[in-house]
């Protein structure tokens, strides 16, 4: 390729970058000020001219890979970066820009939902506001009613736990009760059993005592 063909991509390059300055200093007088109206427009024809400048690059880019010189691809990479910083600048006001009209819809929805509000509070007499009284009161009513039909089946709840436990109580106090005479029989045992050990070991310990007395009287 001739050295005219990237003379003419150069230029090319630089009326578009020139333009695009152009348009996003309106751009970001625009955001700052936060307008009103639609900048729909601005914003497609930012667009355009940035889609443009990316198919001069691409074109650049095709003839520095042909054989251009080192120059060349430096001037190449210059204008790669000026396409970087202007399009990461526009995508990024633009959310900006969104952000703060979503701000400003929902400022508006808050004012006109007070506003209907005050209107309805304004107009007691009125029989509209009447019949928002009366549901008002069905619903508070209907609350009311199922907190008690909520406590009643938890009382019930409660109510068949405490029955169910009771139950399981005197079913052990009939066993324990059934086995009884059983018990007082073995316990009645022992207490025999022990007392005639006691009477063996006092005897035994006093035939001990008397026999040392007698060897003890014989010295």
């Not at 210059?78 to 819809?105: G, N, P, T, V």
Request: aromatic residues 6%; positive net charge.
């Amino acid at each position: 390729m001739e050295a005219s063909s990237w003379d003419a991509l150069r230029k090319q390059a630089r009326k578009l970058e020139a333009q695009l300055d152009e348009r996003m200093t309106s751009y970001r007088r625009l955001v700052s000020s936060n307008p009103d109206g639609s900048v729909a427009d601005l914003e497609s024809s930012i667009e355009h001219l940035l889609k443009q400048l990316q198919q001069i690059n691409l074109q650049m880019q095709t003839w520095v890979s042909s054989g251009g010189s080192q120059i060349i691809s430096h001037t190449l990479t210059r204008h790669k970066e000026i396409l970087q910083d202007l399009s990461q600048e526009f995508y990024r006001l633009r959310s900006s820009l969104r952000a703060k009209q979503e701000r400003s819809s929902l400022l508006l929805e808050f004012r006109d939902y007070d506003r209907e509000k005050a209107d309805i509070e304004g107009g007691a007499d009125s029989a509209e506001h009447a019949l928002l009284k009366e549901q008002a009161a069905i619903s508070r009513n209907s609350g009311q009613m199922d907190n008690v039909i909520s406590q009643a089946q938890a009382t019930l709840g409660a109510l068949v736990l405490q029955r169910s436990t009771f139950g399981g109580i005197t079913t052990k106090i009939s066993n324990v009760s059934s086995r009884l005479p059983t018990v007082n029989h073995i316990l009645s045992s022992i207490k025999r059993k022990k007392s005639m050990d006691t009477i063996i070991l006092s005897f035994v310990a006093s035939v001990c005592t008397f026999l040392m007395l007698i060897y003890w009287l014989s010295k």
